[in-house]
């Protein structure tokens, strides 16, 4: 089933807390930080090479960390501070010119259902809050902040087969 699905892809679309971090805050003085896990960058870039766009997607505002993550893996959309992810990534998809079926789509908490649902291929970690696990496609084996993206991107590529 993965692979039929995957062939439709032309973009993924990647919630950051709890899916790209950890979901947990660190303040620093007045500075509130976060971490990313490095094998979720590769596969950043990994997907870039398959041909796939990349994109963020989060309810979080104002956060020169996720920014600076962004720029510097290349993401080619970076929407924060969408409080309504269902019209972000209808707007997303408006000016992309891209089906809801042609985006997958990694979420791990309530506010991320509505995307979950649309998208053409859904996932989550696998600490995702229960409700979206049980609404999901594809349930990863690694946690947020820990690998999630990339083994959701390995498997994708795996499901591509090889480039020729």
Same mark, same amino acid.
């Given at each position: 089933?993965? @692979? @039929?699905?995957?062939?439709?892809? %032309?973009? /993924?679309?990647?919630?950051?807390?709890?899916?790209?971090?950890?979901?947990?805050?660190?303040? &620093?003085?007045?500075?509130v930080?976060?971490?990313?896990?490095?094998?979720?960058?590769?596969?950043?870039?990994?997907?870039?090479?398959?041909? =796939?766009?990349?994109?963020?997607? @989060?309810? %979080?505002? *104002?956060? $020169?960390?996720? !920014?600076?993550?962004?720029?510097?893996?290349?993401? +080619?959309?970076?929407?924060?501070?969408?409080?309504?992810?269902?019209?972000?990534?209808?707007?997303? /998809?408006?000016?992309?010119?891209? !089906?809801?079926? !042609?985006?997958?789509?990694?979420?791990d908490?309530?506010? *991320?259902?509505?995307?979950?649902?649309?998208?053409? /291929? @859904?996932?989550?970690?696998a600490?995702?809050?229960?409700?979206?696990?049980?609404?999901?496609?594809? &349930?990863?084996d690694?946690?947020?902040? %820990?690998?999630?993206?990339? !083994?959701?991107?390995? %498997?994708?590529? +795996?499901? =591509?087969? $090889?480039?020729?």
């Amino acid at each position: 089933m993965l @692979s @039929s699905v995957v062939l439709r892809l %032309r973009f /993924l679309l990647f919630d950051v807390d709890g899916v790209l971090t950890d979901g947990r805050l660190y303040y &620093v003085g007045d500075e509130v930080a976060v971490a990313f896990d490095t094998r979720d960058g590769l596969a950043v870039r990994r997907a870039r090479e398959a041909g =796939l766009g990349i994109g963020l997607l @989060s309810a %979080r505002r *104002d956060s $020169p960390a996720v !920014e600076r993550r962004a720029a510097d893996l290349g993401f +080619d959309e970076v929407l924060l501070g969408c409080r309504d992810k269902a019209a972000a990534f209808a707007d997303l /998809l408006q000016r992309r010119g891209l !089906e809801a079926s !042609e985006v997958a789509y990694v979420g791990d908490d309530l506010v *991320d259902l509505p995307v979950l649902r649309a998208a053409g /291929l @859904s996932a989550a970690p696998a600490d995702a809050v229960q409700e979206v696990r049980d609404n999901v496609d594809l &349930v990863l084996d690694a946690p947020g902040g %820990r690998g999630a993206a990339r !083994e959701l991107v390995d %498997r994708i590529i +795996d499901a =591509l087969g $090889p480039v020729s």
